[in-house]
């Protein structure tokens, strides 16, 4: 039989609350059991071994039991990000080839819009009292299922997360063989996780980093407290009431607590490890941070589909300022320059990784093949490495945005622009936000003797983008920049909007 982590912890902790959510928890004991439950229910909806299952939902109880029950089942579970709309879910749904997809209660109108566009024999379920006609019901699925199963998967399972790729086009980063259970233990002991923690999941769960850290504390049989969704001053009153020891966020999110901190300060006493990625996190934040909350910031730089790579230690946050850290244990990283040699210290060159846990893109050989160097992967960034060994990110090889730890791909918002009849030509780039690091301008030039406002071209990509890929700001420029083949000079754009922010992306 499999060595099953949930089942371990059910056996030593029956009792201990596994997953607290608002004023309901459950404990080791019940998670197992419903684990077992959610493991038949998917093997009866003809999932077999390897199989896809997609799931849209805040942070939930019933998303962990889920994600534990097909864990368990040998299932793979694809976390939808529940900002997208109509295409955007069905183009997931059918690129992952899913056998089953699942909502939660506020997501089902969303995931059913989607559904005429969904290919395939796709079974629907919806966790949520109102069920649409030909959907299953996840609660009567669940009662009527038993509590023994037979664990085929075990460690942390195989994993499929969508990130946004060099097409711009979301790419499903699969890792059919998962995380090795020492890659897994590596990871916590660089962290210092242990039993005892109490860890805070604030970020949306469809993000890797939120996950695994989700999914470390419960390899180690800690509790873990959801927030559904982020909001600053519940986050510092869960810490407060529950005595919170990790958590894990984007740097927007962090800034977001220390501003709500200073306004009116909790006791966060407990927390022992804030643990930042997704982005760069501005030096200014870190000092109001540790202000704040004392030295508990740890940061790292990884990717969907290479793990964690680097690691900052707390001690090393204002002694090296703009620093990912240092390599961890195990990991090949080459700062590779532009004729294949690997750049010296202080030299910028391209960060590529190879490491035993790498993903590749699902049904995607050719995109898997362009990011593959050698057996060493890169995701696009640019870095160089000090005398100390200590890493810098200082560039992107690409043009993708990150606005608060999330991947925007200038192509698919400037394609809608370009739908727009007023529309000649666009660009969209990032911009600096003290908020979100950065936001989504849109440059557009406008066909001769033709209108449009601001407001008229953000109420056109409201309707036909997710929230978060929406421009923030429009300028409107007579023409935009372009070389004699034509090709777009975004760094001239973003250069000179970046200028004045003092710092370069």
């Not at 086009?169 to 962290?191: E, M, Y």
């Not at 007023?422 to 660009?427: G, I, K, R, T």
């Amino acid at each position: 039989m499999a060595v099953d982590f949930l089942r371990s912890h059910a056996e030593s902790q029956p009792d201990k609350p596994a997953v607290i959510c608002g004023e309901e928890a459950i404990d080791f004991g019940a998670l197992n059991r419903r684990a077992s439950r959610v493991a038949n229910v998917f093997t009866s909806l003809g999932c077999r071994e390897g199989d896809r299952v997609a799931w849209m939902s805040f942070n939930s109880i019933a998303g962990a039991e889920i994600a534990n029950g097909l864990r368990r089942a040998g299932l793979v579970i694809v976390p939808v990000n529940y900002r997208l709309r109509g295409a955007e879910i069905a183009y997931v749904l059918n690129d992952s080839r899913a056998r089953v997809a699942a909502a939660g209660p506020d997501h089902v109108e969303a995931m059913l819009a989607a559904t005429p566009d969904v290919g395939g024999d796709v079974r629907f379920v919806a966790a949520a009292e109102k069920v649409p006609s030909g959907w299953l019901s996840y609660a009567s699925l669940m009662h009527a299922a038993s509590e023994d199963f037979e664990t085929v998967g075990e460690g942390l399972g195989a994993s499929m997360i969508y990130t946004s790729g060099t097409t711009g086009n979301p790419k499903g980063a699969w890792r059919p063989h998962g995380v090795d259970i020492a890659n897994v233990l590596q990871i916590i002991s660089i962290f210092e996780l242990a039993q005892s923690d109490v860890h805070l999941v604030c970020g949306p769960g469809y993000h890797s980093g939120v996950a695994f850290f989700s999914a470390l504390h419960q390899v180690l049989g800690a509790s873990v407290v959801l927030q559904p969704k982020f909001e600053a001053v519940e986050a510092l009153d869960l810490i407060e009431r529950h005595r919170v020891t990790t958590t894990f966020m984007a740097p927007t999110l962090l800034q977001r607590l220390v501003d709500a901190q200073d306004r009116r300060p909790r006791d966060t006493s407990s927390l022992r490890a804030l643990i930042l990625g997704a982005a760069p996190c501005p030096f200014a934040l870190k000092e109001r941070a540790q202000a704040a909350f004392g030295q508990v910031l740890w940061e790292f730089y990884g990717a969907t589909e290479t793990g964690v790579n680097t690691v900052l230690r707390p001690e090393d946050q204002l002694r090296k300022p703009g620093s990912c850290g240092t390599a961890v244990p195990g990991q090949e990283i080459r700062l590779v320059l532009e004729d294949g040699s690997e750049a010296a210290p202080g030299q910028p060159g391209e960060l590529m990784v190879r490491n035993s846990w790498q993903a590749e893109y699902f049904n995607r050989p050719d995109a898997t093949r362009g990011s593959l160097r050698d057996g060493f992967f890169s995701v696009g960034d640019i870095a160089y490495r000090d005398e100390e060994g200590y890493y810098f990110i200082c560039d992107r090889r690409v043009d993708m945005i990150i606005s608060g730890g999330v991947n925007i791909y200038p192509a698919e918002v400037e394609a809608v622009l370009h739908a727009h009849p007023a529309v000649m030509d666009a660009a969209v780039i990032g911009v600096p936000d003290e908020e979100w690091g950065e936001s989504v301008r849109a440059i557009v030039q406008l066909r001769p003797a033709m209108t449009a406002t601001a407001d008229e071209l953000a109420a056109f990509c409201a309707s036909r983008l997710a929230g978060y890929k929406k421009p923030r700001s429009y300028e409107f420029v007579d023409e935009l920049p372009r070389d004699a083949a034509g090709k777009l000079l975004k760094r001239q754009l973003r250069d000179m909007r970046w200028r004045s922010a003092g710092r370069a992306i």
